[in-house]
């Protein structure tokens, strides 16, 4: 399969499981923010999934890179970027952007939030 196709598949799964929730841009030290809203797949981990860093309570998000670059939001600046999830803010933990990749295309993000 080719990038292309891989990505449809992508954007149908997203579109017919995820839902909606929302990066949380803070400006600074301040309490001025900005929202971005897209979709995601919300997955919770297992119990066996429960080691390091990943506690009880975690979920891990699957975002399109597309998605997201839409935004204009850099989720490398994670000190500064908040996940609300069913209107629960969620601060990000870890976001990996090699796992999703087809021949060196970014697909989606794999985002840690917990909090």
């Known amino acids: 399969m080719t990038p292309a196709e ?4 992508y954007l149908d799964a997203i579109s017919t499981v995820g839902e909606d929730v929302v990066i949380r841009t803070y400006m600074g030290t ?18 066996d999934q429960l080691v ?4 009880q ?3 891990k998000l699957i ?19 908040k996940i609300l999830v069913r209107g629960r803010e969620l601060q990000v933990k870890a976001v990996d ?10 697909m ?3 985002i840690t939030v917990g909090g």
């Not at 390091?52 to 506690?55: F, L, S, T, Y």
């Not at 975002?63 to 970027?81: F, I, R, Y």
């Open 97 to 106: 952007d090699s796992s999703r990749r087809v021949q060196g295309v970014l």
């Open 6 to 9: 891989i990505k449809a598949e």
């Open 63 to 81: 975002m399109l890179a597309e998605d997201v670059e839409s935004t204009g939001v850099t989720l490398a600046a994670t000190q500064n970027c």
């Open 30 to 47: 301040s309490e001025t923010y900005d929202d971005k809203t897209v979709r995601a797949r919300v997955v919770e981990f297992n119990p």
């Open 52 to 55: 390091g860093a990943i506690v």
């Open 57 to 59: 309570g975690d979920r």
């Open 108 to 110: 989606a993000y794999e």
